[in-house]
């Protein structure tokens, strides 16, 4: 139990389009999911704090006009990275907490995002 | 905002030895957690240990963690080449009841040579 699935596992894309991510948690409603990226050899930062049916909280120095997250259903988030640029080009991973009360949070694959 | 510490940054043993990984933060923590990320996928959930433990095992692997020294510490015994991955230690940095949030230390790279 408790897996979560993104979609897709890689994407490339021209420089200044538009790229959605997808979050899914298959097996648990999850109201709190994380997005977080993580540069090559690096650790993982969070990014924001997706929560269903309200507005995600965003860490410092993170746009949120950028990064658009939704949480609009209890097992799906999105990320869509706006007008992406080479330097947006990272592993972006989603996690959701299994319920609440839980201090564990589980854990997508990932999605490797190459902008040219 | 806080940033946990691992070393060392790269560890090379022989399938069979122990493997020890540490892990030092500077705040107060609700619980410290290790994972697991396999080359260029998501992470794994190790084991969590609470504020108030000192140690927990789980199969091979055993986890301590020093309050007073603000430290965690994971050892992997007689380790296997699948263990080879890179790990990381995470703090939920505020006590209480927890904001869920999660601060990644830098990890880890544990290759088991067979």
């Known amino acids: 139990g408790a897996v979560v699935s993104q979609h897709p596992s890689w994407v490339i894309c021209k420089s200044g389009t538009s790229v959605k991510i997808e979050c899914r948690s298959l097996?648990?409603?999850?109201?709190?999911m994380f997005w977080y990226r993580q540069f090559p050899k690096q650790s993982l930062m969070l990014m924001a704090t997706?929560?269903?049916?309200?507005?995600?909280?965003?860490e410092q120095g993170v746009e949120k006009d950028k990064f658009l997250i939704n949480h609009a259903s209890l097992t799906l988030s999105t990320l869509t990275v706006t007008s992406a640029h080479p330097e947006d080009s990272s592993f972006y991973i989603c996690?959701?907490?299994?319920?609440?009360?839980?201090?564990?949070?589980?854990f997508g694959p990932g999605t490797r995002l190459t902008v040219l | 905002s806080q940033q946990g510490e691992e070393d060392p940054q790269a560890l090379s043993i022989q399938e069979g030895e122990n493997a020890t990984m540490n892990c030092s933060y500077k705040?107060?923590?609700?619980?410290l957690q290790w994972y697991r990320q396999n080359s260029g996928r998501g992470l794994v959930h190790l084991i969590l240990?609470?504020?108030?433990?000192r140690e927990k095992h789980s199969g091979r692997l055993r986890v301590t963690l020093d309050t007073s020294k603000k430290s965690s510490s994971l050892l992997i015994t007689a380790s296997r080449a699948a263990d080879t991955a890179s790990y990381f230690c995470?703090?939920?940095?505020?006590?209480?009841?927890?904001?869920?949030?999660?601060?990644f230390g830098k990890g880890t790279k544990l290759s088991v040579i067979p």
């Open positions: 996690s959701a907490l299994l319920r609440e009360g839980s201090d564990t949070q589980y």
């Open positions: 097996d648990f409603q999850a109201t709190t």
């Open positions: 997706s929560n269903e049916g309200s507005k995600a909280t965003y």
């Open positions: 705040t107060s923590i609700n619980n």
């Open positions: 240990i609470r504020s108030n433990e």
């Open positions: 995470a703090t939920d940095p505020r006590p209480g009841a927890g904001s869920y949030q999660l601060t």
